[in-house]
C-alpha cells in the first residue's frame, strides 16, 4: 500500500472477518511502501487490536512489486495470497482461492478479472492491449486478465525468492515457474477511496519491463527494421541514380530529405531498444537491493533487506 490512509477503514473491515472466517492460523503483512501520509501510524492504530497484523515499513517508495518482493519474502505461511488495499480485488475470493488450492493440489490460484467495468474505457483497451503483447512474446502460459491477485503456496513463493531477477514484474514470473495453477474470477470494483496509483507512465513502465526483461523480440525488431531501412535506401539510390541520368536532381530533395529523416528514426529506435537493456545489465552489476525495510512489527531492530 501506498498513501492509502483513505482505503484502509475499508479494507480492514472487510479483510479481517474474511481471514477470521478461514478456521486456520494466519498472519496479515501490510507492507507500508514509503507513505506520506499517515497510512503507517493507521497501520499502527489498527494493530493495536488486530495481533495478526504485521506491518512492514520501506524506507522509501520503491514501486508496487518492489513492495510485493517485500511482502513474499517475509511472508512464513503455507499460503500467500496478493491483495492491493484498494479493494479492487475482493478479498472474500480469498476462501474460493484456498479451497481451490487444496482440493486440486495446486500452487498458483490467479485472480481473473471476469467484468472491468469499473475501468475506463482506455484503461480496458490499454490492459487488452498490454496481455495481448505479452501472451505473444512470452507465450499462452501468461493468464488473460491476471492482475496481482493471486494465492501461492509455500513452494511457489520459495522459488520466487531463489530467482535472482531485480526487476520483477509477478504476473509473468509467477506463470513462468510452471507450477500448477487454476482460477477465480471475479468482477472488478470501483476503487473504493483514494487515486489511482498505477497513471499512465507507470502502466507504461511495466509494459516496458515486461518486454525486456522476457524477451529478446525488441533486439530482433530492431534487426528487421535496420533490413527494412536497407531495402528502402536500396531503392532510394535506384531513384536517385536514374533522376540523375534523366537529369531531375532537383526535384530529387524531398525524397532524400524523407530518407534522412527515415533512416535516422530507424537508428534512433534501435538505440533506445539496445539502451534498455544495457540499462538492465547495469542494474545489475550494480546488485543493488530492490528494496531497504526501515520498520517490521515482527523484528526488534531495523534492518535491510537481506537480498535483492
Known sequence: MFNEVEALPALVSRLRPVLEGLGVPYELVAVDDGSTGGTAELLGAFRLGWPELRVIR????????????AGLDRAVGAYAVSLDADLQDPPEKIPDMLALARAEGLDIVYGIR?????????????????????????????????GDFRLLSRGAVDALKALPEQQRVYRLLVPWLGFPSGQVTYER?????????????????????????FSAAPLRLATWLGGFAFLVCLGLIVYTLAAHVLDHTVPGWTSLFTGVLFIGAVQLICVGLLGEYVARIYTAIQNRPTYFVGHDTAQVAEEPAPRS
Not at 520501506?58 to 518482493?69: I, K, M, P, V
Open 58 to 69: 520501506l524506507r522509501r517508495n520503491s514501486g508496487h512489486q518492489a513492495a510485493l518482493t
Open 114 to 146: 471476469a467484468d472491468r467495468a469499473s475501468d475506463s474505457g482506455f484503461k480496458r483497451w490499454t490492459a487488452g492491449l498490454y496481455y495481448r503483447l505479452v501472451r505473444r512474446l512470452v507465450g499462452p502460459s501468461v493468464p488473460s486478465q491476471a
Open 189 to 213: 470494483a470501483p476503487r473504493t477511496a483514494g487515486r489511482s496509483k498505477y497513471p499512465l507512465g507507470r502502466m507504461i513502465r511495466l509494459a516496458v519491463d515486461s518486454v525486456t526483461g
